[in-house]
Protein backbone atom coordinates (compact mmCIF):
# COMPACT_ATOMS: atom_id res chain seq x y z
CA UNK A 1 0.00 0.00 0.00
CA UNK A 2 1.17 4.01 -0.65
CA UNK A 3 0.60 6.20 1.87
CA UNK A 4 1.38 9.56 -0.14
CA UNK A 5 0.72 12.07 2.77
CA UNK A 6 3.08 9.66 4.96
CA UNK A 7 7.21 10.13 5.38
CA UNK A 8 9.47 7.74 3.88
CA UNK A 9 9.92 6.71 7.84
CA UNK A 10 6.19 6.23 8.64
CA UNK A 11 6.02 3.88 5.48
CA UNK A 12 8.96 1.73 5.98
CA UNK A 13 7.57 1.16 9.78
CA UNK A 14 4.05 0.04 8.31
CA UNK A 15 5.89 -1.94 5.78
CA UNK A 16 8.39 -3.04 8.48
CA UNK A 17 5.26 -4.22 10.87
CA UNK A 18 3.59 -5.74 8.25
CA UNK A 19 6.83 -8.02 7.21
CA UNK A 20 6.81 -9.23 10.65
CA UNK A 21 3.06 -9.82 10.99
CA UNK A 22 3.26 -12.19 8.19
CA UNK A 23 6.13 -13.70 9.56
CA UNK A 24 4.23 -14.52 12.72
CA UNK A 25 1.35 -15.66 10.85
CA UNK A 26 2.94 -19.03 9.35
CA UNK A 27 1.02 -17.68 6.06
CA UNK A 28 3.11 -18.58 2.92
CA UNK A 29 4.59 -15.37 1.59
CA UNK A 30 5.41 -14.71 -1.73
CA UNK A 31 7.38 -11.76 -3.51
CA UNK A 32 7.82 -10.04 -6.88
CA UNK A 33 6.72 -7.02 -7.92
CA UNK A 34 4.55 -5.90 -10.93
CA UNK A 35 5.51 -2.46 -10.46
CA UNK A 36 8.43 -1.70 -13.15
CA UNK A 37 6.69 1.31 -13.96
CA UNK A 38 7.51 2.90 -10.55
CA UNK A 39 10.92 1.95 -11.75
CA UNK A 40 11.73 4.01 -15.08
CA UNK A 41 15.02 2.57 -16.44
CA UNK A 42 15.34 -0.53 -14.99
CA UNK A 43 14.15 -4.02 -16.18
CA UNK A 44 11.31 -6.21 -14.22
CA UNK A 45 14.50 -8.38 -12.32
CA UNK A 46 16.07 -5.17 -11.72
CA UNK A 47 13.12 -3.28 -10.45
CA UNK A 48 12.25 -6.40 -7.83
CA UNK A 49 15.23 -7.47 -6.91
CA UNK A 50 15.66 -3.71 -5.26
CA UNK A 51 12.42 -4.32 -3.14
CA UNK A 52 14.06 -7.91 -1.48
CA UNK A 53 16.69 -6.58 0.77
CA UNK A 54 13.31 -4.37 1.82
CA UNK A 55 12.29 -7.42 3.03
CA UNK A 56 15.61 -8.72 4.77
CA UNK A 57 15.47 -4.82 6.68
CA UNK A 58 12.00 -6.03 7.54
CA UNK A 59 13.49 -8.54 9.87
CA UNK A 60 12.81 -11.78 6.67
CA UNK A 61 16.15 -14.15 7.27
CA UNK A 62 17.73 -14.49 3.45
CA UNK A 63 16.25 -18.01 2.91
CA UNK A 64 13.16 -16.94 3.68
CA UNK A 65 13.06 -14.25 0.91
CA UNK A 66 14.69 -16.37 -1.88
CA UNK A 67 11.58 -18.86 -0.82
CA UNK A 68 9.33 -16.36 -1.03
CA UNK A 69 10.94 -15.74 -5.09
CA UNK A 70 11.52 -18.94 -6.20
CA UNK A 71 9.52 -22.10 -4.53
CA UNK A 72 6.38 -20.12 -2.75
CA UNK A 73 5.68 -17.66 -5.64
CA UNK A 74 5.86 -20.98 -8.02
CA UNK A 75 3.11 -22.55 -5.47
CA UNK A 76 0.71 -19.58 -5.00
CA UNK A 77 0.58 -19.43 -9.00
CA UNK A 78 -0.22 -23.07 -8.61
CA UNK A 79 2.69 -23.76 -11.72
CA UNK A 80 5.16 -25.69 -8.84
CA UNK A 81 5.16 -28.33 -11.61
CA UNK A 82 6.46 -26.11 -14.01
CA UNK A 83 8.60 -23.51 -12.32
CA UNK A 84 10.21 -23.01 -8.69
CA UNK A 85 12.98 -25.10 -8.53
CA UNK A 86 16.07 -26.43 -10.46
CA UNK A 87 14.85 -29.89 -11.28
CA UNK A 88 14.51 -32.00 -14.78
CA UNK A 89 11.66 -30.84 -16.47
CA UNK A 90 10.62 -27.46 -14.86
CA UNK A 91 11.76 -24.02 -16.51
CA UNK A 92 14.60 -22.23 -15.24
CA UNK A 93 16.21 -19.07 -15.58
CA UNK A 94 19.20 -19.06 -13.13
CA UNK A 95 21.55 -16.48 -12.00
CA UNK A 96 24.84 -16.35 -10.25
CA UNK A 97 26.54 -14.17 -7.92
CA UNK A 98 29.60 -13.85 -6.52
CA UNK A 99 29.00 -13.91 -2.50
CA UNK A 100 26.70 -15.68 -0.27
CA UNK A 101 22.85 -14.08 -0.91
CA UNK A 102 22.17 -15.84 2.54
CA UNK A 103 25.12 -14.27 4.31
CA UNK A 104 24.47 -10.49 2.09
CA UNK A 105 20.75 -10.59 0.76
CA UNK A 106 22.39 -7.88 -1.22
CA UNK A 107 24.36 -9.88 -3.35
CA UNK A 108 21.41 -10.55 -5.33
CA UNK A 109 21.53 -6.93 -6.85
CA UNK A 110 25.23 -7.77 -7.74
CA UNK A 111 24.10 -10.81 -10.75
CA UNK A 112 27.34 -11.93 -12.37
CA UNK A 113 25.83 -14.58 -14.65
CA UNK A 114 22.55 -15.98 -16.02
CA UNK A 115 21.15 -18.99 -18.20
CA UNK A 116 17.91 -17.97 -19.75
CA UNK A 117 15.98 -20.74 -21.42
CA UNK A 118 19.91 -22.60 -21.34
CA UNK A 119 21.47 -19.99 -22.86
CA UNK A 120 23.86 -17.99 -20.56
CA UNK A 121 23.11 -14.45 -21.49
CA UNK A 122 25.51 -12.58 -19.97
CA UNK A 123 29.21 -14.37 -17.82
CA UNK A 124 31.09 -11.90 -15.89
CA UNK A 125 32.40 -15.06 -13.90
CA UNK A 126 35.11 -16.35 -16.55
CA UNK A 127 36.09 -17.59 -19.96
CA UNK A 128 33.00 -18.06 -22.42
Known sequence: A????ASDESRDRVYDSLVQRVMKSS???AAGSDMGWFYPGKTRGEASISRFPTLHKAG???LDVIRAITTN???MLGWQ??????????????????GDPLADISELER???????GQVVRNELGPR
Open 81 to 98: DRIGAVEPGKFADLVAVS
Open 60 to 62: MPS
Open 27 to 29: VKF
Open 111 to 117: VRFVMKD
Open 2 to 5: EFPD
Open 73 to 75: AAE
